[in-house]
């Protein structure tokens, strides 16, 4: 992916707390843009509240969070998209109109947001789905309408939290493999945040394991490079191995 020496998103003493209770503690993060940095840590560690004060949801309680140099809850929201862990897709909207929803909030007319989101559904592998509702879509289709809707809004910076975590595991490998094709044929900078320690090293140019609650970074790797296309080729790969055990160490060493 492209590197510069731009940061798109940063970081700086990043605490968090909901009254009392401390989630986040002293988060420093520089993400290059049309890079990948993906989250972990044990369940509780505020990643998803981390990903919610980087796309402007909530203000931290203390320190700085710059996107594209903007600082404002309001200006980072407006670089940012946001893909929940579910696929939030409307039961009663078909593929198409679910994909093209981001492009309708934006105010473009109906059959312009249409075309633009049915341009992409060839490449997202939904060809022929357009019509098709919800509950006739596969758990992976239906991702891929989620992931397609969330791309077509045309934000800088994606956030993905758990994007893959209700797939089987079969189809979440799939999927795995199919978004790093997807984002080398469209780079963004995204924050990614998952469970998955694997899932992070193969989708990410870096990972930055949390520790419990408060979350802090206990410890920054990088994927190795270059990682091959096919997924299997890439996690089997003795580098690939090596990462995964030190990010599960700093993991259990953190989680203490």
């Known amino acids: 992916m492209r590197q510069d020496t731009r940061m798109e ?3 700086g003493g990043v605490a968090h707390s909901y009254g009392d209770l401390q989630t986040l503690a002293s988060i420093d ?3 290059a843009p049309h890079s990948v940095i993906g989250l972990v840590g044990p369940s509780g560690c505020g990643k998803s ?5 980087v796309c402007g949801l909530a203000d931290p309680t203390a320190g700085r969070i710059e996107l594209g140099g903007e600082a404002s809850a309001e200006q980072r929201l407006a670089r940012c998209a946001l893909m929940p862990q579910r696929d ?6 078909s593929a198409i109109d679910n994909a093209a929803l981001a492009l309708r909030n934006q105010g473009m007319r109906r059959e312009e947001a249409r075309a633009a989101a049915a341009a992409l559904f060839e490449r997202f592998g939904l060809a022929g789905f ?6 006739e879509l596969s758990g992976g289709m239906r991702q891929r309408v989620a992931f397609l809707r969330t791309l077509v809004a045309g934000k800088p910076v994606l956030a993905l939290d758990e994007p893959f975590a209700a797939l089987d595991a ?4 799939e999927m795995q493999e199919w978004l790093a094709a997807a984002l080398r044929a469209d780079p963004r900078t995204v924050v990614l945040v998952t469970h998955d320690v694997e899932e992070a090293l193969y989708l990410s140019d870096r990972v930055a394991v949390l520790s419990a609650r408060p979350g802090r970074i206990v410890a920054e790797l990088s994927a ?3 990682r091959a296309e096919n997924r299997d080729a890439a996690v089997t790969d003795p580098a690939f191995v090596a990462a995964r055990e030190e990010a599960l160490r700093a993991l259990r060493e953190g989680s203490r």
């Open 88 to 93: 939030l897709l409307l039961p009663w909207y």
């Open 49 to 53: 509240t981390l990903l919610e004060l």
């Open 9 to 11: 998103l940063e970081l």
């Open 224 to 226: 190795p490079a270059p």
């Open 170 to 173: 079969i189809t979440r490998a």
């Open 29 to 31: 993060l520089e993400v």
């Open 130 to 135: 357009e019509r098709a509702w919800p509950a």
